[in-house]
């Protein structure tokens, strides 16, 4: 029996329904993007590469569009490349400036200098020494 004002038990169950699809809609809407650390997104994204995962599921398990992960998938190339680049210099011209020269020639000047004295005073040590006069 019903009380005036009561709603029908089927009647109320659809309006309960219907406010719990509304305050997920508000706070989905509310939802901030996850902070994944680098470290996810590369596992992410290396697990799609590797073909252990397909992208549908990593966005469904991480809560991401197709586009943020393919955004990663980008990012994650582009700093491959980034980082196997080589590292030599590819333009002509020298490869220290004459500052730099001229101050390595100067040490290895000094270098070299000491170098002879301390062969010299090898010699020295190295030479019999005389003996010592007797009485």
Not at 6 to 24: D, G, K, S
Not at 54 to 82: F, N
Request: with cysteine; hydrophobic share 35%.
């Amino acid at each position: 029996m019903l009380v005036d004002g009561e709603e029908p038990p089927a009647h109320r169950e659809v309006i309960y329904n219907l406010e719990e699809e509304r305050m997920t809609a508000e706070i989905k809407a509310k939802k901030e993007p996850l902070p994944y650390n680098a470290q996810q997104r590369a596992q992410a994204v290396l697990s799609i590469w590797t073909e252990r995962r397909r992208p549908g599921e990593v966005c469904q398990d991480l809560g991401i569009s197709p586009a943020v992960l393919s955004h990663w998938e980008k990012r994650a190339l582009a700093a491959m490349l980034k980082a196997l680049e080589s590292q030599t210099r590819l333009e002509p011209g020298p490869a220290l400036s004459p500052k730099l020269e001229r101050l390595l020639a100067r040490q290895a000047l000094q270098q070299r200098g000491r170098m002879a004295k301390l062969e010299k005073r090898l010699a020295k040590l190295q030479e019999p020494k005389s003996p010592p006069p007797t009485k």
